[in-house]
């Protein structure tokens, strides 16, 4: 058996002896075996590293997959069973039109929360609410044309609200079609100059939040109006039975807080018909009020639906319009209105 081949040195020159050839071409053929020997193990571990970090990139996009395939199902399932309790909304309105004495308040069947519905991994709730117990703005202008009656219910409002009154000319500004400013208003010109720059809408709004956008109306101003007006696409009179005791106050300047609150019936108000409010008002004023865009009927609602599917809630809601001819859903979206 041949050795390890070494290198060694001599002080004195040597002569040759036999075999000494071979015997380094030996060692320099077996040290080349030996780098290839230690390449191969090199190349043979990076290829272990390379699936490994294959397999987990792989095992790391499968579960990325799943789990867009489980929230997608979960999705759709929840939207199904959203679009179950709009439809359930209808069908209660639809009822309530029939059998009702074509008036709306506090404490009809429609308006009874639905308790939580068991499901497959979770349960479904909702609640449909009145969604015609406010001012819509989207009436002070209609057609192009200002309303100066219901623009003057609005400034009354910010009046009993105590908020800027140039809100009333900014909001008609933003509503209206043309670009010239009111006296107290605001149109391009001024939104160019904010920071960021938008233009004004000059058209109907199309969510209360966008109220947010108008010159004037900051975050208190915006909290103050919120649970008082609504942005419907169609005429709205205001129901009174939902009103609360500021929007009763709008009606006329000489409605006091104490009065409203008779009006308002600690929320239970429960109207018949604008006649019976009329001879309520002559009564606690002494004369007649001009009841034009109010009723005692509800047009608007709003469906709020919650499915919670293995512990993820997910919110839905829906506008429906119900008026003589049928009951439709208008607007749909994830989340509330």
């Known amino acids: 058996m041949s ?6 040195s001599h002080r004195h020159a040597t002569p040759p002896q036999p075999g000494l050839g071979r015997t380094v071409r030996r060692c320099r053929g077996r040290s080349a075996a030996q ?3 230690g390449v191969a193990l090199l190349a043979a571990l990076l290829a272990v590293a390379l699936a490994a970090v294959l397999f987990a990139a792989l095992l790391d996009t499968g579960e990325t997959i799943r789990a867009r395939t489980r929230n997608a199902l979960r999705a759709e399932q929840t939207w199904q069973l959203a679009r179950g309790m709009e439809l359930w909304a209808e069908s209660a309105l639809k009822r309530d039109l029939q059998s009702s004495e074509g008036f709306d308040a506090r404490g009809e069947g429609w308006g009874q929360p639905i308790p939580p519905i068991p499901i497959p991994g979770g349960s479904v709730t909702g609640l449909l ?10 009436d002070l202008v209609e057609q192009g044309v200002e309303q100066p009656q219901r623009i003057e219910r609005f400034r009354r409002l910010i009046e009993v609200l105590q908020l800027d009154p140039a809100i009333a000319d900014a909001v008609v500004d933003w509503i209206d079609a043309d670009v010239s400013p009111h006296p107290e208003g605001a149109e391009d010109l001024t939104y160019l100059g904010m920071n960021p720059a938008y233009r004004a809408a000059n058209r109907p709004m199309a969510h209360p939040s966008e109220l947010r ?4 109306v900051d975050d208190a101003a915006y909290r103050a ?14 129901n009174l039975n939902f009103a609360s005791p500021q929007l009763w106050r709008a009606l006329d300047p000489e409605i006091t807080a104490a009065m409203a609150a008779t009006l308002w019936r600690d929320g239970q108000a429960n109207f018949r018909n604008t006649h019976d409010v009329d001879q309520e008002l002559r009564r606690l004023i002494g004369r007649p009020v001009a009841l034009q865009d109010v009723s005692t009927a509800s047009e608007w609602f709003v469906l709020e639906a919650e499915v919670q599917v293995d512990g993820l809630p997910f919110r839905y809601a829906a506008v429906i319009r119900r008026h003589p001819r049928q009951v439709e859903t208008v607007i749909r979206l994830r989340g509330q209105w």
């Not at 956008?213 to 004037?216: D, E, I």
């Not at 109006?225 to 009179?237: E, G, Y």
């Open 213 to 216: 956008r108008v010159y004037r």
């Open 129 to 138: 609410r009145d969604g015609s117990g406010c001012l819509n703005l989207n």
């Open 225 to 238: 109006l919120r649970p008082h007006i609504c942005t419907w696409p169609q005429p709205s009179p205001i």
């Open 35 to 37: 780098a290839q020997r």
């Open 3 to 8: 050795g390890p081949c070494r290198a060694t």
